[in-house]
C-alpha cells in the first residue's frame, strides 16, 4: 500500500508540474510578444523621425532648385564655397582665428 501511494503521490507530482509548465507558456509567449511589440512601436518611431527629416531635406533641395540659376544663389555659392569677390571689395583674413 505504501508503495502504491508514493506512486500515485509521485504521478500527481508530476500531472501538477505539467499543468503548472502548460499554464505558463500562455504567459511566456505573451511577454515575449509584448517585447517585440514594443521594439516594433521604438522602430517605427524612429522610421517616422527619419522620414520627417527626410522630407524637410527634400523641401530644402526643392528650393535650392528652383533658386539654382538666379543670379543671387549663383553669387551666394561663388562667395561661400570658392571665396569669390568683386573686383572693389577688400578680403580681410583675421589672423588670430587661423593661427590655429
Known sequence: MAKQKKRSSLSRKFFWLVVILLALNPLR????????????????????QQEQELEAEIEELRHTLENITEDEYIEAMARQNLRMVHEDEWVLIDIQSHGD
Open 29 to 48: 509567449t505573451w511577454y515575449t510578444q509584448e517585447q517585440e511589440r514594443r521594439d516594433l512601436e521604438e522602430q517605427y518611431a524612429k522610421a517616422q
